[in-house]
């Protein structure tokens, strides 16, 4: 009995001594990682990488590092691994800090931060683009097994201010792995390119990764700024009309029915708006819906065009743009 009393304190006092290795407290000095770099690993996307400090005293306790980005705009989290992946623009250079930490119920430990960074290419000022916009669309795809959705994308933009009369632009895209060079430019009176189209490209139509865009450039009397951006998807695909609208008179009662746009999103994912004009009066009614019908009571005296127009509903994805209207349709009669 007392030999098993003596091994019972034995393993209690073992599992107090672990216990207090778990414990964050004063005594735990936190070194801060070593080797700390970025690398650019595609266009607008960096990998910051670091190791443990060797000279980290070894316990029982769970490390993490927490990652700050200083610019071009400012973030932190948190992570338990040795590397991050950041999409970010780079134009305007990135620097990035990360420390050890140690975290408990009721206080934080944390090393001094180690810093690192990467310097704004090259270029004169004024030489980039300006008002760099992009938008995409979807088509079926006639040519493919693998996608019956095809998506397009078409940017613009603008001569930098100060750019030499022979500079010449070049356009790049990525979207996940994907990066191409634009082949269809169009250009301004001096010969720049001043936007361009990928009739196909690598973006899914329902993805949800970032659009990451490049236009650098080259001139023989100056050095030309490269320009990135970044494009939310949802923020800049142009959906396309309703299909098939038809329109219906008997009497003041007037049907509408349509079916959904050209799109990989199936027809729950769509919200509608109705526009009714009476061309007699000018009275305009629209309506908001989530189905694929309407009916309207109406002036059956007068003439009016229908429309409608559509836009990925917030069930699917996050709100974006309206389609254009579709054709009006005429129905009744014009007195």
């Known amino acids: 009995m ?24 004063e005594k735990i000095s936190l070194l801060p990682p070593v080797n700390f770099t970025i690398k650019v690993t595609g266009l607008a996307q960096v990998l910051l990488q670091w190791k443990p400090n060797p000279d980290q005293e070894q316990r029982n306790v769970n490390l993490e590092y ?7 705009k400012e973030d932190d989290y948190e992570t338990r691994i040795t590397e991050s ?43 980039s683009i300006v008002n760099l916009t992009c938008t995409t669309n979807t088509t079926e795809d006639n040519y493919s097994r693998l996608r019956s959705y095809q998506v397009s994308l078409h940017c613009t933009w603008l001569v930098g201010t100060d750019a030499p009369e022979d500079t010449q632009y070049f356009l790049y895209y990525r979207y996940g792995s994907w ?67 038809t329109a219906e008179i008997e009497g003041t009662r007037l049907s509408i029915q349509w079916e959904k746009p050209v799109s990989a999103f199936p027809i729950h ?12 009066n000018g009275y305009l009614q629209i309506e908001k819906l989530m189905t694929n019908a309407f009916i309207s009571i109406i002036d ?19 709100a974006g743009l309206w389609s254009e209207w579709s054709q009006p ?3 009744g009669f014009s007195r």
């Open 179 to 245: 990066t191409e060079e634009c082949q269809e430019y169009s250009k301004d009176t001096l010969g720049r390119n001043i936007a361009c189209w990928f009739p196909r490209t690598f973006i899914l139509s329902k993805g949800r990764d970032w659009l990451a865009v490049l236009v650098n450039g080259s001139s023989k009397h100056s050095a030309i700024k490269p320009f990135d951006q970044l494009f939310a998807l949802h923020a800049i695909d142009q959906i396309n009309p309703p299909l098939n609208v």
């Open 66 to 72: 927490q990652v700050k980005i200083n610019a071009p």
């Open 85 to 127: 992946k950041c999409v970010t623009i780079l134009h305007k250079g990135f620097s990035a800090s990360v420390r050890t930490i140690l975290q408990s119920d009721h206080s934080l430990l944390a090393s001094s931060w180690v810093s690192a960074e990467l310097h704004a290419p090259p270029g004169s000022p004024g030489t």
């Open 329 to 331: 349709i005429y129905v």
């Open 269 to 280: 994912c769509f919200d509608y708006e109705v526009k009714i004009h009476n061309t007699r």
């Open 2 to 25: 007392i030999i098993v009393a003596h091994v019972l304190l034995i393993l209690l006092g073992a599992t107090e001594i672990l216990q207090a290795d778990l414990l964050p407290d």
């Open 300 to 318: 059956d005296l007068s003439k009016h065009d229908v429309q409608v127009r559509a836009a990925v509903s917030s069930m699917c994805r996050e």
